[in-house]
């Protein structure tokens, strides 16, 4: 299975922000990277699509990069409604396998 | 608007087979750019990938839930399943069925994110 990293695991930020969260792939996944947001209580989100591409309906403030093993998720001027936990996957070969999070809090 | 909806037992005793139904509304299973996954999260934890099942059938797995796990599509009810037998206290999570955005090729898959997402159900394994 390729094992999914991701740093940091926790964050503590204020509104207008930037932030950075990157995820690592145990292997080359070619551009096959996802990015979900999740909030308590309810079902993760599709953020980004791969590695760079920005789902249709979310804010432009959200931008993925990367390719190969390294990959980033930046928020550019956080807001009060991005607090939540960010998860990466991986969609090169099954099992589709996710990173542990990174919960963005406020500083 | 495509929406997902899972249901099923939200109680499983240990050793029994947890069955749950994710229905599709506002779009069909059968349509060839998607398949249809389940994704579960234990209390607290992250978020583990299951399987999902192409409309013609076709299925994909974690090896780790492998040997107890069947999807199943319902094109006529456009309606997918799950099961996962022979369950412990360790299978107790939220379930979550979704959509898979995929682009077929004759050399392989492309999977381009999970976009569409149930609320989740969730099951508790206990005596």
């Known amino acids: 299975d390729i094992q999914m990293t991701q740093s940091p695991s926790s964050l503590s930020a204020s509104v207008g922000d930037r932030v950075t969260i990157t995820c690592r792939a145990s292997?080359?996944?070619?551009?096959?990277l996802n990015w979900y947001q999740q909030k308590p209580g309810k079902a993760p989100k599709l953020l980004i699509y791969?590695?760079?591409s920005l789902q249709s309906g979310v804010p432009s403030r959200f931008s993925g990069s990367g390719s190969g093993t390294d990959f980033t998720l930046t928020i550019s001027g956080l807001q009060p409604e991005d607090f939540a936990t960010f998860y990466c996957q991986q969609s090169y070969i099954t099992p589709f396998t996710f990173g542990p999070g990174t919960k963005v809090d406020i500083k | 608007q495509v929406q997902l909806q899972e249901s099923g037992p939200g109680l499983v005793k240990p050793s029994e087979t947890l069955s749950l139904t994710c229905t599709v509304s506002?779009?069909?299973?059968?349509?060839?750019?998607?398949?249809w996954s389940w994704i579960r999260q234990p209390p607290g934890r992250g978020l583990e990938w299951i399987g999902n099942?192409?409309?013609?059938?076709?299925?994909n797995y974690n090896p780790s839930l492998k040997s107890r796990v069947t999807i199943s599509v319902d094109t006529s009810k456009n309606q997918f399943s799950l099961k996962l037998r022979s369950v412990t206290a360790a299978d107790t999570a939220v379930y979550y069925c979704?959509?898979?955005?995929?682009?077929?090729?004759?050399?392989?898959?492309?999977?381009?994110?999970?976009?569409?997402w149930g609320q989740g159900t969730t099951v508790t394994v206990s005596s």
């Open positions: 506002g779009g069909s299973v059968s349509s060839d750019t998607y398949y």
């Open positions: 099942i192409y409309y013609s059938g076709s299925t």
């Open positions: 791969g590695a760079y």
């Open positions: 979704a959509r898979f955005v995929v682009v077929t090729t004759k050399v392989r898959d492309y999977y381009y994110g999970l976009d569409v």
């Open positions: 292997q080359s996944i070619s551009s096959s």
